[in-house]
C-alpha cells in the first residue's frame, strides 16, 4: 500500500506541484487548501507524513501544527516561502519535524530537495 501524504496549501499552483512531485514517486496524495478540511481528514484517517504551508486562509499552519500534534505523531514538514530563524523555532517548538524554504525545494531544484526530504523521513 503506498504511503499516505497529507499536503496542505492555499496556494493551488504549489500545492498541485508538490502532488505532481510525490505522486510520480508512488505516494497517495491527500491534498487540501484549508486547515479545517486537513485537519477533519487527519483525524478520519492520519498520513503517513504532512507537509504544511504556514499561511493559510483559516489557521495558520503552526496552530494546525500544534493541533495535529496534540493526537498524532507522525512527521511534519512545514513546506513555506517564510524562513525567519524564529518561524524555524516556533515550528519545532509545536512538534514540526522539519523545514523546507520553499524556492529551495519546490521550485529551485525541481521537487529534488523535496522528495528527497520524503523519502529520508518515510
Not at 505532481?20 to 485537519?39: I, P, R, S, W
Request: proline share 6%; with cysteine.
Amino acid at each position: 500500500m503506498p504511503q499516505r501524504i497529507l499536503v496542505v496549501d492555499d496556494e493551488t499552483a504549489i500545492a498541485d506541484l508538490v502532488e505532481v512531485y510525490l505522486q510520480g514517486e508512488g505516494f497517495t496524495v491527500h491534498k487540501f487548501h484549508n486547515a479545517a478540511d486537513a485537519l477533519a481528514s487527519v483525524n478520519a484517517a492520519p498520513p503517513d507524513l504532512a507537509i504544511l504551508d504556514v499561511m493559510l486562509p483559516d489557521l495558520d499552519g503552526f496552530p494546525l501544527c500544534r493541533r495535529i500534534r496534540e493526537q498524532h505523531l507522525f512527521p511534519i514538514l512545514m513546506l513555506t516561502a517564510r524562513g525567519e530563524d524564529l518561524d524555524k523555532i516556533t515550528g519545532l517548538t509545536l512538534g514540526m519535524n522539519f523545514w523546507n524554504a520553499l524556492v529551495i525545494g519546490v521550485l529551485g531544484l525541481p521537487g529534488f530537495g523535496l522528495l528527497l526530504l520524503v523519502h529520508w523521513v518515510l
